[in-house]
């Protein structure tokens, strides 16, 4: 029976020594997109004094979500490319569905692949372009929940001039109390707030970000009475928010809703800030704003603020490329 524990790997690469060149930027490339890659450059300590026969077994049988053949001449003539197609496959056969994938540098037959496997054809593709397709397969994939080192592209939107150290420091600490704020939260919680300060207005700032609670209802999905539930129980976290009565005009006899605008503010014990909502406003505008709308507020309600590091944002278009 095959592991039915989460796989260890998002995809593991099978090649011939020869074809290194080309895999190896594939690998690097789906590494720095944040995908769990078996690649045998990068498991060098932990292959070391291991039976390898048995242990690529289980990496190729059960420990991947999918496993890439790169099949070519040098590949067909192998004996560990067919030991890792052999426990590829085994997988495969046991659960009925589609794990293995072979990219063909060439049409070399290889024994008990069937031809009827469907495959992709890289005589003529870029490996950046591979490893673009091979993430589609694997699936959306936010990075890992947490907060970087680096907050560039949060200095970057909030002004602070690269050689203030003493000022960066202050803004990722306070960037940094809103997470660990959003960290304690319920996931309903934090999509109240993210809501607010994604779609709120920031014509207040830095005293705080308003919006109709009407459209925040809508936006995020939450009946009024759930927002502003949700809203008062994050007190105790730093975020206070107070209801105001609607700054709508209606037009005689016109049908409007009994709206109210909220007013949230988020402080932190760090010391001269006044400016906490803002950095908060800013964190949030700079981890969302490479997703639509929706995804966007997932992203943050999931603890992903990597996209405040400018290196993250960038590998992930160069993967793209």
């Avoid at 490339?29 to 944040?34: A, E, M, P, Q, Y």
């Avoid at 992709?120 to 591979?130: F, K, M, R, V, Y």
């Avoid at 994050?234 to 049908?255: I, M, Y």
Wanted: glycine share 6%; hydrophobic share 40%; charged share 30%.
């Amino acid at each position: 029976m095959p592991d039915t524990r989460e796989p260890w790997y998002d995809v593991a690469l099978s090649f011939a020594g020869e074809d290194r060149d080309y895999v190896q930027v594939v690998a690097q490339t789906l590494r720095d997109s944040g995908l769990r890659v078996f690649y045998d450059d990068y498991e060098q300590v932990a292959l070391w004094g291991k039976d390898l026969y048995s242990h690529l077994d289980r990496v190729y049988r059960e420990q991947s979500k999918y496993c890439v053949l790169f099949i070519s001449q040098h590949y067909a003539k192998k004996v560990w490319t067919s030991h890792e197609r052999r426990s590829a496959q085994a997988r495969a056969i046991e659960e009925r569905k589609e794990y293995v994938l072979p990219a063909r540098f060439d049409d070399t037959p290889i024994d008990g692949l069937p031809s009827t496997i469907g495959y992709l054809d890289i005589s003529d593709t870029a490996p950046g372009e591979l490893a673009r397709m091979i993430m589609d397969k694997v699936g959306p994939r936010y990075s890992k929940p947490g907060f970087p080192k680096v907050v560039d592209r949060l200095w970057e939107e909030l002004g602070v001039e690269e050689s203030d150290a003493k000022e960066k420091d202050r803004v990722r600490r306070v960037a940094y109390g809103f997470y660990d704020a959003l960290r304690h939260m319920t996931i309903d919680e934090r999509k109240a707030v993210v809501g607010v300060l994604a779609f709120g207005c920031p014509a207040e700032l830095p005293e705080g970000v308003h919006i109709s609670l009407d459209l925040l209802s809508r936006m995020i999905g939450q009946e009024t009475t759930e927002v502003l539930q949700n809203l008062a129980a994050v007190r105790s976290l730093n975020v206070k928010v107070k209801a105001r009565k609607g700054q709508f005009h209606a037009d005689d006899d016109e049908l409007v809703v009994d709206d109210k605008d909220l007013l949230l503010h988020f402080w932190c014990p760090v010391p001269d800030s006044q400016d906490c909502t803002a950095i908060a406003y800013g964190a949030v505008a700079c981890a969302a704003d490479h997703f639509c709308v929706d995804h966007g507020i997932e992203v943050v309600a999931k603890l992903d603020f990597s996209r405040l590091d400018a290196r993250v944002v960038g590998l992930a278009a160069r993967a793209e490329d």
